[in-house]
């Protein structure tokens, strides 16, 4: 699992892209796209449905990934990579998934509330 919860880098750079009100409106969409994604897997987990779980697994990487929320993304990703069948996957490990959801989204609002600063192109040379 990477250390850094979010991709700074990536928000930073999305932030200057799309602007302070897109980026706080996508900021604070993320619980509805990353959400529903992780009910659906922890819903094909409950039912033994691996193949059910594998895809809302992807759903859930690229979702997180949009985001920025790094973590999240690569724990996904790990559980894709994972030849075990969804009933092999413990309740431990789908917790975790549930808590990791919400410290990726209490960090981006976090980050998203944070004054952002446009740097100032150098002076042509």
Known sequence: M?????????????RQWVGDAVFHALSAQ????????LADLTAAWRHSDTAAFQEAAHRLKGAA???GCAALSMAAHDIIR??????????AEMEAFHHLLQSSLQALHGFSDQPHLTPVPASPQ
């Open 2 to 14: 990477v250390n850094n919860i979010l991709d700074r880098a990536y928000l930073t750079e999305m």
């Open 65 to 67: 990934a949009s985001i």
């Open 82 to 91: 994972d030849p075990r069948p969804a009933e092999a996957i413990s309740g």
């Open 30 to 37: 993320a619980s509805d796209n990353l959400a529903p994604a």
